[in-house]
């Protein structure tokens, strides 16, 4: 039976930290598509009990930001592959913030820098929930890819922002992603 709390604990964060993964879904833009991403590298922040940031990083689709700008809802989920079955879930409300925003500079400054930083998205936790995790099976974690990182890099700046221009500025379903802001 899954455990819930008002915010996370400091086991929570731990596990957090030890786990190469997590899961972002946000509620679709009317007649769209659910969004639910998997995300890596080192994106994340626990910034307090109730309150997370990462690191949007550029890739093929750009759903997360509009999604939240239409319906601020969002889960966040880790699991682990490991000896210790645990689904961590945090319930909450997010929004995306743009690189040329006003809090851009402080929530950067909360995250490391990486090559095609997108939006930071800020999540304002209101329910965590833990569980088993009993059906997760056993997976070994190796190494990060060095794919997206090389890929932004090859691009640079300029490349990035064009990038966003031609395959960022809308959704799967066509509505713009607000990503201009960053051109």
């Not at 990060?144 to 799967?172: F, M, Q």
Request: charged share 20%; hydrophobic share 40%.
């Amino acid at each position: 039976m899954g455990k819930q709390f008002e915010g996370l604990s400091e086991e929570h964060t731990a596990f957090i930290a030890q786990q190469p993964v997590f899961f972002v879904a946000t509620v679709p833009l009317p007649g769209g598509h659910v969004n639910l991403s998997p995300k890596g590298m080192d994106s994340l922040r626990v910034v307090s009990s109730n309150r997370i940031v990462w690191l949007n990083l550029t890739g093929s689709g750009n759903e997360t930001a509009p999604q939240l700008a239409a319906d601020p809802r969002i889960t966040l989920m880790w699991m682990s592959t490991t000896l210790k079955p645990m689904i961590l879930r945090t319930y909450g409300t997010g929004r995306a913030v743009h690189r040329n925003d006003p809090d851009w500079p402080a929530l950067a400054g909360l995250l490391p820098d990486q090559p095609g930083a997108r939006q930071i998205v800020e999540v304002s936790i209101d329910l965590v929930q833990s569980s088993c995790g009993y059906a997760v099976p056993f997976l070994e974690f190796r190494a990060e890819r060095p794919t997206l990182k090389s890929w932004a890099e090859g691009k640079g700046e300029d490349g990035i922002r064009s990038y966003w221009a031609e395959r960022n500025a809308t959704t799967l379903n066509g509505q713009p992603t607000g990503i201009e802001a960053n051109l």
